[in-house]
């Protein structure tokens, strides 16, 4: 029995959502251990449609317990806002099944201010964020200047920590124009929030680890995808938090033995919310219709996305940062009926063929797609159960991606529906 780790292995918005769901039915213990609330999940149970975007998957099923890990930026209101949206739609939340590490970093209200003035100001500086505040928020905990959950359990301490965050910040907000921060203001609106967040405060990692030795199983819910990685993404246009699979063990303190089977979760097209580099990006009625028919908007910030062919030269590089034991491929309906298929299979640099995207931004901007066209097919693949189910230029095309990204497909997702889905490898069993 290995513990999963559930990771996006392109720009986010791979359908996680789906396939997270379907996995923590049969998980004892759900994690979250990056990113925040910039991410949005879906999740459709028993024709009851959910929508999170902080707290993990699991928290919408009886008997499991979810864990919001250390590696997660955490904003205090937000939580408490989902937790009633939840409450609200019959799901029961107590510290009983929910637990949020001590050592979590907070967002305050002036993360999101600062972000979305950065975004704003200057568009040299812009990224395209959520405008969340998880970018500011993490390097106020790489700056050492971070409140953390912990924190609001004592006045003086998180008197102290508003403080020290006050003379980097102000200092930042007078360059941007904004006025400073009102201390007494935040002080009292942490103290407000704390009672409701501070019941949820949990050394993590030692319950992980006895989770872990009790055998449960865990399952570890990445959020965005490996491509917006703050280290093997598209830098300076990612998030700023480690995406990829070895952040599970340092974003719940759980070793990295812990990890057993990777699940990439892979679109069978391209998307890109926000701005930067997308080589195989389609700017024509290809891409129009891919967007059309996949439905391509943000959950979190409604944003149009950006769509493309399979890139497959970068879900080959993200397999390998992440370590991925297997891929889910979803949306493969999204393709139905196009003539032909297009997939990027390297890059044209100045002349010389290349089989990575280099880490150069004015080389990835002058890298061109390689394509190798395939046959597309007219029949319908949604809703496809079995390998015999599918036509066989969609098993070619299925194929030939395994062969590319030098990863084999554990599940073929066919549809939002949980049902319409091809079981290769059961990740819990592998
Ligand atoms: P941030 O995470 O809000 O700082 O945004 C940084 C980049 O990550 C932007 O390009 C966002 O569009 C992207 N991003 C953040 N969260 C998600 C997500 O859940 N899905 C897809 N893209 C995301």
Redesign the pocket.
Known sequence: MANVVVVGAQ???EGKGKIVDWLSERADVIARFQ?GH???HTLVIDGKVYKLSLLPSGIVRPGKLSVIGNGVVLDPWHLVGEIAKLRGEGVEITPDNLMIAENAVLILPLHGELDRARESHNAVAK??????G??PAYEDKVGRRAIRVADLADEATLALRVDRLMVHHDALRRGLGIEPIDREALLAQLREIAPQVLPYAKPVWKVMNEMRKAGKRILFEG???AL?DIDFGTYP????SNVIAGQAATGTGIGPGAIGFVLGIVKAYTTR????PFPAELKDADGERLGERGREF?T?TGRKRRCGWFDAVLVRQTCATSGVSGIALTKLDVLDGFETLKICVGYDLDGERLDHLPIAADQQARCTPIYEELEGWSESTAGARSWADLPGAAVKYVRRIEELIQCPVALLSTSPERDDTILVTDPFED
Request: a negative charge; aromatic letters at 6%; proline letters at 0%.
């Open positions: 720009w986010g918005d990113g910039n991410a949005g990224i395209g964020t959520t405008g969340r998880i970018g959020a965005q995808g917006l246009f990612v998030t700023s919310v926000g701005e930067g943000g979190v």
